[in-house]
């Protein structure tokens, strides 16, 4: 993996990891903010701006890719560099969720 796009994207904004999770099965970007606001029980709203920015974005560093256009809908879908970038963000999350759990924050150590 570019080490540069790596320094790029971790940590990811919400707005990216929310786009790449939901990139994992063909999806436009209408449906990706309709199922962001559902996964988040509405906390988390993406702007059409915000979302065609970070789509046009991630899909020149290779992140996603576009698959097909419908009713001038643009389907795009993550790519195995998304993927790894995703799990990595995925990893870095869990790490800090366990470390806040029973970390050094709770008086015990993580070894």
């Known amino acids: 993996m570019d080490g540069r796009i790596q320094r790029i994207y971790i940590p990811m904004t919400e707005t990216c990891f929310y786009i790449l999770y939901c990139l994992q099965e063909e999806m436009h ?6 199922k962001v606001k559902e996964m988040t029980g509405g906390e988390i709203s993406i702007s059409p701006g915000t979302m065609y920015g970070s ?3 991630m899909e020149k560093d ?3 890719r ?3 256009e419908e009713e ?3 389907f795009y879908i993550i790519t ?3 993927n790894e970038l ?3 963000e995925i990893q870095r999350i869990a790490r800090l969720y366990l470390n806040s759990k029973g970390g050094i924050w ?4 993580n070894n």
């Open 29 to 34: 970007g209408y449906n990706i903010g309709l």
């Open 55 to 57: 789509l046009s974005k």
């Open 62 to 64: 290779g992140l996603i």
């Open 66 to 68: 576009f698959v097909r």
């Open 72 to 74: 001038k809908r643009k």
């Open 80 to 82: 195995d560099l998304g």
């Open 86 to 88: 995703l799990e990595l």
């Open 106 to 109: 709770n008086g015990t150590e």
